[in-house]
């Protein structure tokens, strides 16, 4: 779920990002409502921080539940091997199977948290290079203009 937030959210700044650019003339004018894109700017960042919320007690939900369970696996495992793992087959297998499930899950959430945070911050610097540039050409063409 927490991929699919983030990939909504992801998208919408991508296509704000894209018609932006569009309103960016060749010598770095700017031709479009710049209000709207302000508001447009604001309401995907209130989702982003309302996103945020939710999502960080999602992933610590989840962070602790899998460590926790694999803490209890890996616990019982090695100090209760007589009733565990050492009473049959199955039972090891199932041990097993379980301990990769949670190793899994952990990776998954943190391998996502890996992700989601190196894409924010080359968007980051990606946006903030693109307003530098777009800041000096404005501000090159107000010097322009002054008398």
Same mark, same amino acid.
């Given at each position: 779920?927490?991929?699919?937030?983030m990939t909504f959210l992801y998208d919408q700044f991508?296509?704000?990002?894209?018609?932006?650019?569009?309103?960016i003339g060749d010598r770095g004018e700017?031709?479009?409502?710049?209000?709207?894109f302000r508001r447009r700017h604001q309401a995907i960042s209130r989702s982003v921080q309302e996103a945020d919320r939710f999502l960080m007690i999602s992933n610590v939900a989840c962070f602790g539940c899998q460590i *926790? &369970? +694999?803490i209890l696996v890996v616990y019982s495992t090695i100090f209760f091997p007589d009733e565990t793992v050492a009473q049959d087959t199955e039972g090891a297998v199932f041990?097993?199977?379980?301990l990769g499930f949670n190793v899994f899950g952990l990776m998954l959430a943190a391998g996502?948290?890996?992700?989601?945070?190196?894409? *924010? &911050? +080359?968007?980051?610097?990606?946006?903030l290079l693109f307003v530098t540039v777009c800041i000096e050409g404005i501000g090159s063409q107000v010097s322009h203009n002054l008398p």
């Open positions: 779920m927490n991929c699919l937030v991508n296509a704000l990002y894209k018609e932006f650019t569009k309103c700017f031709s479009g409502n710049f209000e709207l *926790v &369970s +694999i041990y097993v199977i379980w996502l948290a890996i992700v989601v945070n190196h894409t *924010v &911050s +080359i968007i980051l610097l990606h946006r």
